[in-house]
Structure formats: structure tokens, C-alpha cells
């Protein structure tokens, strides 16, 4: 292989891992439950210019800190002023996801050259976490969880680069960074950061004196370490003093006892993710949402029991404390550990953990020389064709087809012709892999390769036919349409914030709820909702006169079936009734 090509390569492999963290982002709707509220609220603090407290539909929404929010609704400002008619403001609010992906990438790549000082290791873990399903899918989503990944892996490539290169003011960088990691979602941002940071310092605490270049002075790191812990806290404080000095108690309330000690204590359960003592709850998923570079973790976790069973521990404690393995355990496992305890679990809370698990499999790709491994690689090119070849034959099978299918499906669309011209570039892709001389190049380039362009084809296809689902636009925009003109006065019972989201982002309208007494937000006494229902519909109500709920069941809410004159239904999220007084039903 020439010079050239062996530099060629490795570029063409990157591009097409940063390309899969674009694909799939521009050319959907918003989908249920997150990105609804999270691109509302977003665009809402952009017009508004309020940058402390996030607000829904009028109310105050302090789940979480508003760093991802602001950043959300910059690229959504900025991408659909300059690219209005191709993306959208749904498309350009999402490139936030995109940034926060590549961010993750580079800073997992960094991490690799410095733990092993060699660009090979850092471009098999860009490969590996680039193809990770959870990775990809929960980084196509706009959540807070993308910018807590991205800041968390910053906050540890540049602590690792303090200690193990011996970079004292590297500590400055890491401190805005889980400062960052903080205002994206809390505490849980610098709980994630300490497995990975307490090895890394300790590292450097056992690590030879001498290394030629000589230490900086205690005094320099003191200083390094001292700023660095200011900048965190005065960062992150300043958001925390803003939102304790509100003049609305509610604010301090819905975010630090509500999401935080309520989630972890488990008190909030109508916050829901309530697993309290499933301690089994992340390991039993794992080894899937690692795939298809589970067996390399596996490989690598054997490796390092191998290598403890290999001598007596006496005499090899201080290199073990310092080896690459003790800090991706630490933080890797440390880290899940710390996820396991809390009342709350999702499986997108491991997103920032990812990038561990990454370099856990590129530093095993070495030593995957089995003849297991060559028939993984060919196992994911085989699964990987035939799933495009069943998509571009699925329009010629379409009289065979049920018409419940989505249209995408099974209707010849432009992106079925990208998806024959992925498969082209992809044998072409594959042919080159092949004339790589290094075994653990060419397994890694393979097994990357089959599994990116799985992923491009159901960013393709499958994505178009699951927003046919998922997409509330259309019924949101049929239901404002039937509500009156002066909507001031027609109440929201029992909408969920999604709903909500939805009606302002879509059609610009806030509903003021209905004034029924309830202990409970989340679950309302329908019961008591039925005298004052009952008032509205009989023209007495002093504010209302028409009403616009949401439920799965009518009877539940106890109105009479002549009520209804409108509804719209919501995928996953119920159906959306508007019930009017009678004199607008006319005939009813």
C-alpha cells in the first residue's frame, strides 16, 4: 500500500463516521416525547431572550439546566436563516445534535492518542463509538444528554491530558467544560466525570518522577487546580443563584427537590423512568446497545482478568494503578455503578459513559485475531446488504404488501436511489479495506464499514416511514384550525406537555388551564372535573366557554358524547378533543 493510500483511508473513514452523525438529521419532523417540548422551549428563550428560566406554553419548565436549550435554539436562529427552504427550523434546530456528536468524537479520539500515544488507537475508537446504536440513535434525538456526552468527554480528554502529560493549566479548560456538563444537566454531569478524573489524578500522583521534561511546581499546580475548581463552580453557580433568587418559589422547586432529589430519591414517580432496586437494569442491556463491538469489550474485559490472574498482585499494584485498563474500568464501569443507584433510570443516561466503552473496544482490536472475529466482520456485511437489498425490493413487492405499510416503504422515493448508490460506494468501500496490509486495520475498517452503511440505510428509508408515524404536525395544525379565532378563552384540561409543545410550536397557541382543584398535576381527579366541565359547556363559566382536553378514554373525563365537535389524534400521545359549548354545536 502506498503512502498516500494509507493516509487516504483513515481520512475516507472518518468522513464517513462524521457523516453518519449527520444522516437522518434534516429531513424528519419533530418526534414524541422529547424533542416536541425541548425544540419549543428552545426557540421560545431565542424570541424571548429570557435565558435563565425555560418555559412551556407560558409555564415554567426547569427539568433541566438551559445550556442545551440555548444552543439548540441558537443553531435553530442561525441554520434556518441561512438555510431556511433546505433544512427547515426543525432540520437546523437538530444540527445541535450533530455538533454534540462530533464533539464527543474528537474528544474520544484525543483520549485514545493520549492513553496509548498512537493515531491508530484513537481512529479505532472514533470507529467504534461511531457505530454504537445507542450512540447514534439517542445523538439524532434533541435531548439535553447529547451536550452532557460531548462535555463530559471534553471535561475528562483535557483532565487526562493535564495529568498524563503533565499540562497543569489544561485543569482551566476541563473546569469551563464540566461547567458546561453541569448547566446541561445538573450534578449528575460532574457524578460522571469523578471515575474517570480520580484514576487520572492518581496517575499522576504515582507516575516516575522523572520524564524528561521534569514536573511543573506544586505551587503551579496548586494554582492550576485551585482555578480550575473556581471556574466549575462559579460557572455552574451562577445559573443555580439565578434560579434560588427567582422571584417565583416554584422555579427553585421544580428543579432542584423535583428533578433532582426527587428523581434520585425516587419521590418524583409522575416524572416516570421509576426503577427503583433494578440493579440489573443497565448490565442486561448492554451487551446490545454495545454491538456490534460487544465481543471486543468482552475481549478486552478478559484481557484484563487475564492479566491479574497472570502474577501475584504484590509488586504490581503501582503499574495496574497506572495502566490505560484502571482508568477505562474506573470510568466505565465506576460510572455505571453510580447510574445504577438512583431511583431514576433511562437507557439514554449512558450516552456520556460511551466513549469508555469505545476505547475499551479499540484497544482490543489488536488482539482480535481469532477466527471468531473474521466471521463477525463477515456475519455484519452479509446482515448489512441484505437489509438494503430488502428495502430496495420491498416498491417491486408492493402489490404483495398490506396498504397498512407506511408509503415510503414500499413507493419508489429519491431516497431508495441513495440508498442503491450507498450499496455502490459501500462494495467499493470494502474492496479497499481489503488491500490493507495490518490484520487489526482491516478488521476494524470492515466491521466499521458494514455497520455504517447499515446505519445510512436506515437513516434513509426506515427513518422517512417512521416520521409517516410519528409526525404530529399534520394533526396538531387540524386541531388548531378548529379552535376559534380568540383562543383566550377556550381552557386546557389534562394536556400533557407534549401536546402543549406542540400546539405553540406548530400553531403559536398557549391555552390557560382549566381551574379544576386537584392534589396531583400529573394525575387530576377527574371526578372533580366534571362540575366545572359541566359549567363551561354550559355557557356559566365566567372565563371559559369552550374547552380543549386530551385523553386515551372520553368517559374518563365524564363529558356528554354531544360535546365533541372536534378531535385529532396524536401518535403515542392519545387524542386531542375540543369541546364546545351549545351554542357552537349547532345541530348537536
Known sequence: ?????????????????????????????????????????????????????????????????????????????????????????????????????LGTLAATAWL??????????????????????????????MRTDVLLASTVAASVAFLAHAYLKNRPWSLLPAGACAAAAFLAKGPIGWILILPAAVPLALHAWLAPQDRGRGRPARKTWFFAHLLSILLALGLAGLWVLAIYRHPDPAAWKAWFWDNQIGRTTGAATALGHHHPWELHYYIVHLPALLAPWTPHVLLWIAGCLKTL??????????????????????????????????????????????????????????????????YWSLLAQAGALLFAAAILLLPAAAPLLPDTLPAPLIHWTPYH???????????????????????????????FLANAFLWLVLFAVPYQARDTRKSMRAATLRIAAALP?????????????TARALLEFHAGIVLAPLDVPSADKHFPDHSAAAPVIARVL?????????????????????????????????????TLYYLSPPPLRGAD
Open 1 to 101: 500500500m502506498t503512502a498516500t493510500r494509507r493516509l487516504l483511508l483513515p481520512l475516507l473513514l472518518l468522513l464517513l463516521a462524521a457523516a453518519l452523525t449527520l444522516a437522518g438529521i434534516v429531513d424528519h419532523d419533530l418526534w414524541a416525547p422529547d424533542e416536541p417540548r425541548v425544540c419549543c422551549i428552545a426557540k421560545t428563550m431565542w424570541q424571548t431572550r429570557n435565558w435563565a428560566v425555560p418555559r412551556l406554553a407560558g409555564d415554567i419548565f426547569l427539568e433541566k439546566p438551559p445550556l442545551y436549550l440555548w444552543l439548540c435554539g441558537a443553531c435553530g436562529h442561525l441554520f434556518d436563516h441561512l438555510f431556511g427552504p433546505l433544512f427547515g427550523h426543525v432540520g437546523a434546530a437538530r444540527l445541535s445534535c450533530s455538533l454534540c456528536a
Open 112 to 141: 485514545g492518542w493520549l492513553l496509548r500515544g498512537r493515531r491508530r488507537d484513537a481512529l479505532f475508537a472514533v470507529l467504534a463509538l461511531a457505530t454504537m446504536p445507542l450512540f447514534l440513535l439517542d445523538m439524532h434525538r
Open 309 to 374: 490472574r497472570a502474577a501475584p498482585l504484590r509488586g504490581r499494584r503501582r503499574a495496574l494503578l497506572l495502566s490505560p485498563a484502571f482508568f477505562l474500568a474506573c470510568w466505565g464501569f465506576g460510572g455505571l455503578l453510580l447510574l445504577t443507584l438512583p431511583s431514576t433510570k433511562r437507557g439514554v443516561y449512558l450516552l456520556p459513559l460511551y466513549p469508555a466503552y469505545a476505547l475499551m473496544a479499540a484497544a482490543a482490536i489488536p488482539r482480535a485475531t481469532h477466527a471468531f472475529f473474521r
Open 417 to 447: 436511489t441513495a440508498t442503491l448508490l450507498h450499496a455502490l460506494l459501500h462494495l467499493a468501500a470494502v474492496r479497499l479495506a481489503k488491500t490493507i496490509r495490518n490484520p487489526a486495520t482491516r478488521h476494524a475498517a470492515t466491521l
Open 485 to 497: 379565532a380568540d383562543t383566550s378563552r377556550v381552557a386546557a384540561y389534562h394536556l400533557d406537555e
Open 538 to 574: 354550559s355557557g356559566t363559566h365566567p372565563r371559559f366557554t369552550s374547552i380543549l382536553a386530551e385523553t386515551h378514554d372520553p368517559a374518563e373525563i365524564h363529558w356528554p358524547p354531544s360535546a365533541e365537535s372536534a378531535r385529532s389524534s396524536l401518535p403515542d400521545n392519545g
